[in-house]
């Protein structure tokens, strides 16, 4: 198999993985330098880079490596570990390199409006992919949105064909409650990586009480950016736009300050009976 165009079609189809290349070696090594290893999502690998106690460590490393989305450098000094004797390796000192390999991070936008319309600009330049949804074909076609590489005019089929992964983010600027609702209703039950969602506290809070009385649990909410976007005093749509890409390169470079503007919710207060009491 050509690792290569494996990687290729791991990126094309949204799923991530590591690879690992032996930078350096020193002594005797049962492999050379340059030697490869894919280990995709799933655990399972192609290509090798020596076998043994030296290829389970690295595969266990790249796992973390493809959660961090950061590369490692790993160096194992075999003639000095009695572990990795296991009559593959006579000694030596040998260093791997263990790189993610990524999709392009893709940002689905609900909704088609002037917010749609700059976001889809600044995150195009900050290496996104673009999709747009929204059932008014006035506001999601091409000339709107010349970057988008998908637009759907129909949110159920947008529910239908879009797939979100680890490489998702689900930004929620539709024209009304009704729909950020509908949007996030079946956003929060996705494997998105990200879901936002544009409003007031006040709607923010309307919505999940709305989601809550069908069905939802409040805990589902916890994974929502609401409101939307790191707070830097935006008013403007541009400067809304602004926000919301920080917070999304904030997201996807696993940056602590991103999760500050999650909103708490503890579920709706229960109600009260005739004594006055909850």
Same mark, same amino acid.
């Given at each position: ?12 189809? @949204? ?12 002594? $005797?090594?049962? $492999? ?28 266990? &490393? ?5 959660? +961090? ?22 000694? @030596? ?17 609900? @909704? ?13 330049? &900050? ?57 996030? !209703? ?23 009480? !709305? ?31 602004? $926000? ?5 390169? &904030?997201?996807?470079?696993?940056? !602590?300050?991103?999760?500050? +503007? +999650? ?10 009976? $005739?004594?006055?009491?909850?």
């Amino acid at each position: 198999m050509d690792l290569f165009e494996e990687i290729v079609r791991m990126r094309q189809a @949204g799923r991530r993985a590591a690879l690992a290349t032996i930078v350096h070696t020193n002594g $005797s090594i049962p $492999s050379y330098e340059s030697s490869r290893m894919l280990v995709r999502e799933d655990g399972s690998i192609a290509g090798t880079i020596g076998g043994g106690c030296v290829e389970a460590e690295v595969w266990a &490393a790249a796992r973390e490596v493809m959660q +961090k989305e950061s590369p490692r450098k790993m160096v194992f000094n075999l003639n000095h570990e009695a572990s990795y004797d296991n009559g593959l390796i006579c000694g @030596g000192t040998l260093e791997v390199f263990v790189e993610p390999i990524l999709p392009q991070p893709t940002v689905y936008l609900f @909704g088609g409006g002037h917010v749609s319309t700059a976001v889809a600009k600044a995150a195009s330049v &900050a290496g996104f992919g673009i999709g747009v949804v929204d059932d008014r074909e006035a506001f999601a076609n091409a000339e709107r949105f010349p970057m988008a590489q998908e637009i759907h005019t129909s949110y159920e089929d947008a529910f239908q064909t879009i797939h979100p992964n680890a490489s998702s983010y689900l930004v929620i600027v539709t024209r009304g409650h009704k729909e950020d609702m509908r949007v996030l !209703a079946w956003a929060v039950r996705t494997e998105a990586r990200y879901v936002g969602m544009i409003g007031s506290k006040r709607k923010v809070l309307s919505v999940y009480q !709305a989601l809550e009385i069908e069905g939802y649990r409040a805990e589902e909410f916890e994974r929502v950016y609401a409101p939307m976007g790191l707070e830097v005093g935006a008013l403007s749509p541009e400067e809304i736009a602004i $926000s919301v890409v920080a917070e999304l390169v &904030a997201v996807r470079r696993n940056v !602590a300050i991103a999760a500050h +503007k +999650k909103l708490k919710y503890e579920g709706r207060p229960a109600p009260i009976n $005739s004594m006055g009491e909850r």
